[in-house]
């Protein structure tokens, strides 16, 4: 299969591109304007100028580099503990035979059918019975563990050839040295998703955070942000600004994580 | 021997108090602390930090911390989970609007009894609109924290260009209904007027200035019933309706607060504002005027409070002694000052810092001489919330051209008539 | 040997998926249970709570705007899933095979995923705008419009749709991505040595390989799309005129603006229903149709 340089591909992709960037690039502008500049409607698409100084004044504005150190926190431990978890789960349910297995799965995938809105207030109390509220383990215990992440795993476990773990398991390999000798190599792709969604929704968490914490130096970066959002008084300028910092590990994240998603033929060992 | 037990008093205060977790204050050793929860950020954060900071510098005994929540829309939520986990501020600030549910929890301070037997608080020199908003029945539920009220804030340069004068003091419904559709040209997209229109309080608000304007009410004396479908209230709506579907002067905002850029830009002519909005207009040169009226030029006016939460004896004397403090004459037109806030109390005016205040904010005095024309107040209801929603459907609809005023009124008053039988 | 194998599988099972049952259950069907227990309540969580039993329930049924929401969160539900899945599985396949830039275009898809719904919404207003929008501005170019979009009652839920559709489409690209990457080349290339043409090939190789994630995506996506709520929140918060009130929004704003949890719970139980028997025929239909490992 050879590319050609232009492929007609193109034709799709650059203007889905473009509709897809568009708000962050409005977001960069505002970012770089003036507060004056950012309060017109229709809004400037082309600034007079760069006006840098949004950026260290938003960081000044509250404790930013705090806010990322514990928002880093919490969305790493919320990663590693769901691809750790949620593989011994998913692979669980994905192939072994148990007793309860498949009532147990929708049990847990019904959780994810009932609103944050409702369960905040009660979650807030079991957390409080903890002693957690106001510290970062707030944050974190609740999310060690997504049902999402658990159906994710499974479905791709699934797709791999049992073959391969059948010939491992015979080979004398017990069945949680099969999960992580034979399976997670072979399913890159879906950590990796996995690892990218969790960090995404930890990272962007709002509502929980709102209600967890009470004291700005355990606040993250959108409790942070949330509070330039005033009702009548939007500082856009440094709102965006604000974003656009927030936005940032996000995509170098993906960037990263996006090695996994190259088609890579080297190791699978399902050949013919 | 009482030695000793006074040690093991202490401690076991100290144990107490510290067991309350997060978001609480203590007391230790004679100094009690406290905690103030808001949402104040930019210039009123800085404010507000400095002024607690000079408070404990002036106050051995007491610590005030101030903390933000975050966003102020949200307060209710954040408090009402910190009240049912046992860990909550001994103040916080809340929105008017909530004053009638705060009332019920018997967390909220009732400050009645601490105002009589206090009377260096001087409550009656709180304008009359802030009184009305805290008092829920016999309980008065927070010491007010900000006032403000809609005005007539214009574009100057665009009168200029029409060759029209500005709005005066006189001004009547007619008038302003005239100069919105003169100020109103569709080829460059401009408007005469601007109107929230989202169907939340911001949308009813505004029409309970016009609907007291014309004699009407809200509720009827004994709050059983709806009032706001009387004729007054119809020709209210009508005027609305004339302007935003058979004159369209009117640029219907959906409320995320677009109206505020467009006039900064030129767009919209007239807007019915309060002075929060004024920041925001760097590049107009704007007037203010009382609102345009009939027979009157009521306005209305949106009260904010402190609410104290009962955290104990010596919290609570210290939280009251704070809140005192801030809002005595000198203290509070040091915020106005540093913030743009109008003045909370009448004695404000005559404090030698008003005349700055007045100098470094462009036609704030406007502002403060109108909380005179703010003679009426919204019920001061749990159910208040949910006569406005009925309200602001009736009044998008009819803004919407989608129903008529008569109609649409009477339908909302069938249903508020039902909430006030339901009681809450 | 065979048995000692299966009766330990049970061990096994149950001890790979314990941490996970004991963190959901704490975190998730403890405060399920008390919600529960909230719907048959009037509560309005300041005040002490008065049993009500089935009181909720009945008031709910009705109720013509809860009816109502129930309509408009399904009119949302059936718009949003085949369109961003079906959209997603097209972008899938056009990123998958090598193409310059693809680095560059799949970050851009995903930027919109990892955008706040603050700034879409923010965004979104601009852009649909009746009178100052860009969109308008385009349309009328091409003499269409205008249009009222989040202003109009009429429009309002279909200017939702689009916007969350745009807003999630990334987040599908990348599942099916993920999925077509485990699509073994040589499968591929047999299909084309015997002749298969695109479609033919896409039809009998792709699809059924691609249907574990299909099913995923559209499980998960329908429940998503029964609770939508953040992107009402920041545009048209429910309005106009109760045009876009979808299930969610109704209950935040009995719960957290008239006071009524009880109330608002009995409702999410009811969304909670909705959403299992969706899931429930989702996942019965696909364990028929999906196609797992050769």
Redesign the interface.
Known sequence: ?R?W?F?P??V??IP??A??????V??LVTSIET??ES?????TLVPSGIHWQNYPDALA?APFGRFFTNSLIVTLASVAGNLL??S??G???AR????G?DV?F??????????F??????????V?HL?L??TLGALI??N?????G???LR??F?????ELEEAA?IDGCS?LGVLFRVVLPLSM??L??LA??TF?WTW?DFLWP??AI???DKMTV??G????????????TL??AG?VM??AP??LV??VA?R??V???AS?G??? | MRRSLLFVAALLLVLVAGCGGSGSGSSNGGRVNIVLWHGYVDIEGRALADEAKRFNATHSKIHVTVQNYGNADYALQKVLTAIRGGSYPDIVYLYGSWAANMARTPKAVDVAPLIKSDPSINWNDFWPAERQAVTVGDKIVGVPALVDNLALVYNKKLFDQAGMSYPTADWTWDDFRAAAKRLTDPSTKQFGWAYVNDASEDTVWRFDALLWQAGGDILTPDQKHAAFNSPAGVAAATLLQQMATVDHSVYLDNGNGNYANLFNSGKIAMLFTGPWDLSGFPDVDYGIQILPGNQNHQTISGPDQWVMLDNGDARRNAAWTFLKWFTSPTEAMQWSLATGDLPIRASQIQTPTYPKYTAKYKGIATFVDNEQNALKARPVLPTYNEISQAMGQAIQAILLGKAQPQQALDQAAQEVDQILAQGS | MIQRALGSDHLAGWLFVLPAVVLIGVFGILPIGWALLLSFQHNDLLTAPTWVGVDNYRTLVHDPVFRDSIRRTLVYTALFVPLSVGGAMGVALLLHRPIRFSRFYRTAVFVPVATSTVATGIIFNWLLEPTYGIVNFLLDKVGLGPYGFFQDPDQALYAIVAMTVWGWLGFDVIIYLAALQGIPEDLMEAAQLDGAGRWATFRHVVWPLLSPATLFLIVWSTINALQVFDEIYVTTRGGPLRATTVLVYYLYNQAFELFHAGYAAAAAEVLFLITLVFSVVQLWLGSRRVHYSS
Do not use: E
């Open positions: 299969m590319t340089p492929s591909r193109h799709v992709l889905l591109s509709l897809m960037l568009l708000p962050l409005w977001m507060l004056a309060r017109h409607f229709p809004p504005a978890l949620c011994l789960a692979y669980a349910f072994l035979r148990f007793f297995r147990t929708i049990a847990l995938l019904a959780t994810l059918m009932v609103p809105q409702v369960t905040m207030i009660p979650t807030f109390l079991i409080q002693g509220v106001n215990a609740p060690l563990v997504t049902p999402f658990i159906f994710l479905q791709f699934r797709t791999l050839p049992v398991r069945r792709p879906a990796a998703t990218i969604v995404l962007n709102l209600i009470s004291s700005t959108q409790l942000l949330a509070s330039f959002q005033g009702a009548h008084q939007t500082n856009w709102l965006m974003n927030a936005l996000m995509l993906f960037v996006q996994w998603f088609q890579s033929l699978t399902v050949k013919g």
